[in-house]
């Protein structure tokens, strides 16, 4: 009796813990306070410990203060060096403007670059600070920073300035009419403005087929025959359950359903549920089992003599690798192929995204999905946008707001904004078995009661990468060769974590890639000498991935029948079926 009582008492203790988390998420937008004051300690009295560090920025700041007065002096005499001390990435755009250039706007957002830069030097190499406490107090200053940009104010923007200039004011009206739209429909949980033009089973998620198979987690889909004869071989791809299946049959110009379908392959997809409240024990187990082994079996009824080629990408790609270990591990043979798209396999290099995971702070997300059973769309989202601030909220600002010009929203964005909740179970345990533990690449990934290994895994394997991805870095994307005992195929194309991966062939195409393979036999070689010594092919990396597939796919014959009446899989009804449509 005196055990349940202390029992009792202790749940109630952790209700009132889980409470005051969840209130003080509100206004921390989901980040840990405890995370973030631990990494800012542990920097902040290592640099007071640290004299040669403080030199350092003290010459840093003296020589960035020489060249700032230098160039103003030449401004104002009208002779002006030009020489930026620091210079932009590529991928920032803010100052790339020819109003910038002038002065003295270039002198406003050079002195702004060099202030971000000193915090990066900062922040950066004090010793013995951990390295994701630097990573962590590094990436903290530079939002704080981002938010005071020259850019962001009507003081001190050129274009900002100009617009007002030309137009009288009238994009000040404009801005607060798309302010006041954005706010009603975020309140109304309304899809973004644009969003109307994308009808999902219309002009988006329009490839034609049949649900075939439904479970409590999945619609499974196979995409109608446009040719006479098909590989014998199909493909089942599984995407991200993070978002809807359909970044992978937008458009049909943007559809990698549809270009694998007219190629003459047998094509399946996994759709995934959008988890309610009493979804939130659905764990990895469950995804795996309700997922991709029923969809397996149920391809297999349809085509039981020939073996599948597996396709995922980003979580859904790391899913597909434990199932690749599983079947290995228990002598399953159906297998043949496994195609990773922006899917990592060794989380210790998880890249900006793992700034969010540590003890303390899944800890907290925690407490926040106990009282819901999910991670809400919003929480993922605002964490996407921090990653990308510059241009996923900044940007935005000044063009949607100041300027009072909208972006046109095209099929990818429309798709991004379509997300899908996350059940507790499955989220807390791929937060901590993968990121936090990395057990998958360990080696003690629990399946069944039983550990698989990646090791386990030799069929061929087709590996997708993308050059600027915040999500999947392709240096660890990079690390399934070290994995596997298979022959991998790397490809390492340009752009993001979705624009990367979406992208058909096209004459006006400005993308590239590298590829090559690397056999089961050869010796290993790292990424960054892969990526010196790897040809640069102009164009989309897609004909090459389906020529490799295709090689792989067995003899053309006539086109399956749609679904397996055997087992009583029959056409439930028209892609792209029910659960894509769930809010």
């Not at 962590?136 to 962001?152: E, G, H, K, W, Y």
């Not at 104010?153 to 954005?182: C, H, M, R, W, Y």
Request: include cysteine; proline fraction near 5%; hydrophobic fraction near 40%.
């Amino acid at each position: 009796m005196l055990d349940a009582h202390w029992e009792e008492k202790h749940e109630k203790a952790e209700a009132v813990d889980r409470s005051l988390q969840v209130a003080v998420s509100k206004f921390t937008g989901g980040i840990s306070p405890a995370a973030l004051m631990i990494a800012f300690f542990d920097w902040y009295f290592h640099l007071l410990i640290h004299p040669a560090k403080q030199m350092e920025l003290y010459q840093l700041y003296q020589d960035n203060l020489l060249h700032l007065f230098n160039q103003f002096m030449g401004h104002l005499s009208g002779d002006a060096s030009g020489e930026y001390c620091i210079i932009t990435s590529p991928q920032d755009k803010r100052f790339t403007g020819k109003r910038w250039q002038e002065f003295p706007y270039s002198f406003y957002y050079e002195s702004f670059l060099l202030v971000q830069n000193w915090w990066h030097v900062a922040a950066s190499k004090v010793r013995g600070v951990s390295r994701h406490h630097e990573d962590v107090v590094d990436f903290t200053l530079r939002q704080i920073l981002d938010m005071l940009s020259p850019a962001n104010s009507v003081l001190t923007n050129p274009e900002i300035q100009q617009a007002a200039i030309e137009q009288n004011g009238e994009n000040f009206l404009k801005g607060l009419e798309n302010f006041l739209e954005d706010i009603e429909r975020n309140l109304a949980n309304k899809p973004p403005v644009g969003s109307e033009n994308f009808v999902i089973g219309d002009n988006i998620a329009a490839t034609p087929g049949k649900v075939i198979y439904r479970n409590q987690l999945i619609e499974l889909i196979q995409y109608s025959p446009v040719t006479d004869k098909v590989y014998a071989e199909p493909v089942l791809i599984t995407p991200a359950w993070i978002m809807k299946y359909y970044i992978l049959d937008l458009t049909p110009k943007h559809s990698l359903v549809n270009y694998l379908v007219k190629k003459g392959h047998t094509v399946f997809m996994i759709s995934w549920k959008n988890p309610k409240r009493k979804d939130r024990n659905l764990g990895m187990e469950e995804y795996l089992n309700l997922g991709i082994m029923s969809a397996l079996d149920v391809i297999s009824c349809i085509l039981p003599r020939q073996k599948i080629h597996l396709v995922g990408y980003c979580l859904g790609g790391t899913l597909a690798s434990i199932a690749a270990a599983t079947l290995a591990r228990d002598n399953d043979n159906r297998l043949a192929s496994m195609t990773l798209f922006a899917a990592q396999t060794d989380f210790t290099e998880p890249g900006e995204l793992g700034l969010f995971i540590d003890e303390s702070q899944i800890t907290f997300l925690e407490s926040i999905m106990q009282e819901k059973g999910y991670l809400d769309t919003h929480q993922m989202a605002g964490a996407f946008q921090l990653l990308r601030s510059n241009d996923l909220i900044w940007s935005r600002l000044i063009h949607d707001y100041m300027l009072g010009v909208r972006k046109p929203l095209t099929d990818l964005m429309s798709w991004n904004a379509d997300a899908t909740r996350m059940p507790y179970k499955m989220h807390s345990e791929y937060l901590r078995r993968l990121f936090l533990h990395n057990e998958l690449a360990e080696g003690k990934f629990i399946v069944a009661n039983k550990p698989i290994a990646l090791t386990d895994i030799s069929i061929p394997i087709f590996v997708v990468a993308t050059e600027r991805d915040h999500v999947s870095p392709w240096h660890s994307v990079f690390k399934i060769n070290l994995l596997t005992n298979s022959d991998v195929t790397f490809a390492l194309t340009s752009g993001g974590h979705n624009v990367g991966i979406v992208s058909l062939p096209s004459k006006t195409t400005k993308r590239h890639y590298r590829i090559s393979t690397l056999k089961e036999n050869d010796r290993f070689i790292d990424a960054d000498s892969w990526y010196q010594n790897s040809k640069v092919y102009e164009g989309s990396w897609w004909p090459a991935f389906e020529k490799w597939l295709a090689k792989k796919s067995g003899k053309k014959i006539a086109p399956p029948e749609m679904g397996c009446e055997k087992e009583g899989y029959l056409p439930l009804e028209d892609a792209p079926g029910s659960y894509v449509l769930q809010k």
